[in-house]
């Protein structure tokens, strides 16, 4: 079936580096995407999101790049920070419902 | 303005009984959603309410069920417990204009079943 999906699991970065989280999605359908950061104990937060017709958005330290020829979703996070320790899901709007992707643990170095 | 709020954030129930979680939205915001996250199965969608109607309806079975009220407040209620139901169950509310409404989850009620 259709799904959103995530490469690696757990990504392991140096504090001060840039995080590049990735995401696959199969549903060429698909025309809004989300992220969102799960801190431990907390529910999901908002991130950032990007409609099919742009291919860059810009938060603040965030950037969210969609890739439509391969159905690829990747958020870039720079300078990460002990605080950006969580885990990130990619999801999709389909259908008025929310489908998200397995998540990514982002693990921050010192 | 006041996030989401879930009650209670942590329960403790055994099988074969039934249960009524507790959401309020955002004030001004009239669409609740329901999810259930779970390690082996991630965040998955249960259903949306929109001013007191069901507008959307997720893959889980009869027992998982859910209202609103005209305040927007929302319960969600599962009958006949099982052991795989012990799950971390959020709400998350949205204005309810659209696809690209953006959706403000709470902290969650961490269900456990024995």
């Known amino acids: 079936g259709e799904s959103v999906g995530l490469h690696l699991p757990t990504l392991s970065v140096q504090e001060g580096d840039n995080s590049i989280i990735n995401c696959a999605y199969s549903?060429?359908?698909?025309?809004?995407f989300i992220w969102y950061k799960q801190e431990s104990g907390k529910g999901p937060q908002f991130i950032i999101d990007i409609r099919s017709n742009m291919d860059k958005r810009q938060g603040q330290r965030v950037t969210v790049l969609l890739n439509k020829t391969v159905k690829h979703l990747s958020l870039q996070i720079a300078a990460t920070q002990p605080g950006d320790s969580a885990v990130y899901f990619c999801a999709e709007n389909r259908d008025d419902k929310i489908i998200f992707g397995k998540g990514t643990r982002l693990h921050i170095l010192p | 303005k006041a996030g989401v709020t879930q009650t209670p954030r942590y329960l403790i129930k055994t099988r074969g009984q039934q249960v009524t979680l507790s959401c309020s939205p955002i004030s001004g915001h009239r669409s609740v959603s329901w999810y259930q996250q779970t390690p082996g199965q991630g965040l998955q969608f249960l259903f949306e309410y929109f001013s007191e109607t069901q507008r959307n309806k997720g893959n889980f079975p009869g027992r998982f069920s859910g209202r609103q009220f005209s305040n927007s407040r929302s319960e969600m209620n599962v009958s006949t417990l099982e052991l795989g139901d012990s799950a971390l169950y959020l709400c998350?509310?949205?204005?309810?204009?659209?696809?690209?409404?953006?959706?403000?989850f709470g902290p969650g009620t961490r269900l456990t079943v024995l």
């Open positions: 998350a509310s949205a204005t309810g204009g659209g696809n690209t409404d953006t959706q403000y």
């Open positions: 549903n060429s359908a698909s025309d809004y």
